[in-house]
């Protein structure tokens, strides 16, 4: 998760930090995160919020 990325739009899409996300009433959501590591984090997040993958979040990088 890139910080200067968050709070930014790319390609119409807001750039929200995965703490936002219980706030995002439209699901499936679309996690673009470069690197394994991170996509981890993000998963780990996504998780603990509640999320679940391929229901809830696909991760597309």
């Known amino acids: 998760m890139h910080p200067r990325r968050l709070g930014n739009v790319i390609h119409g899409a807001p750039v929200i930090p995965p703490a936002a996300l219980a706030d995002v009433a ?13 996509r ?9 919020l509640g999320l679940h993958e391929l229901r809830d ?3 597309a990088a």
């Open 26 to 38: 439209q699901r499936p959501v679309i996690v673009s995160v470069a690197g394994a590591t991170a």
């Open 40 to 48: 981890a984090e993000v998963r780990a997040s996504m998780a603990a």
């Open 57 to 59: 979040f696909v991760c």
